[in-house]
């Protein structure tokens, strides 16, 4: 059905830890052709890698507009998302989705999203997207892949670094679509 919308799907991961995955991923691969691997180990840590390497991917390898980024466990209505799209309403230079403001790193150490002061300084994120979903142009992609080449400070929070930290490096606006989003199943 995908193909028939002119969508591609890519599923990202990096290198299992166990070699009796190897079986699952190539025969995945053999079947659908849909796999991105990236020469790392598949861990949490690494989200960040994993996300810098399909808009790398994307940006080069992709002919269309626009690109859709998503979570592994989200609902996405692709016939609404194509509708947002037929409308134009979504700016080819920014990044849109749903957005966190004024987010404060948690340094509370038994915490998923502990964060040292090495890891980042500053008290307050700056404002950046979810990693749910948002939707960008291969132009504003490329750009985070430059922002990523000339940063350093690799930061193991993928949404924060990428829709917050790289984005500002270019002046990247972000767009909310915070309305859209459901984040209750009930």
């Not at 989200?47 to 940006?59: F, I, Q």
Request: net charge negative; charged share 25%.
């Amino acid at each position: 059905m995908l193909k028939s919308l002119n969508i591609t799907r890519v599923f990202l991961l990096g290198m299992p830890k166990e070699e009796s995955k190897w079986e699952y991923i190539i025969q995945e691969s053999q079947e659908y052709n849909d796999l991105l691997q990236g020469d790392f180990l598949e861990s949490y840590r690494n989200l960040t890698l994993k996300h810098l390497m399909g808009l790398r991917w994307a940006s080069s390898n992709c002919r269309s507009t626009f690109l859709i980024k998503t979570d592994n466990d989200i609902v996405l209505d692709v016939f609404e998302m194509l509708k947002l799209l037929q409308r134009k309403t979504i700016n080819e230079n920014a990044i849109s989705g749903y957005v966190l403001r004024k987010m404060k790193p948690i340094r509370i150490s038994n915490n998923k999203w502990f964060v040292t002061n090495e890891d980042f300084s500053g008290d307050v994120y700056p404002d950046f997207l979810s990693g749910w979903f948002y939707i960008t142009s291969l132009k504003v992609a490329q750009l985070l892949v430059y922002a990523s080449e000339k940063i350093k400070n690799f930061f193991w929070i993928d949404d924060v670094f990428i829709t917050g930290i790289l984005r500002q490096e270019y002046d990247i606006k972000i767009e909310e679509l915070n309305s859209l989003f459901a984040t209750d199943y009930r």
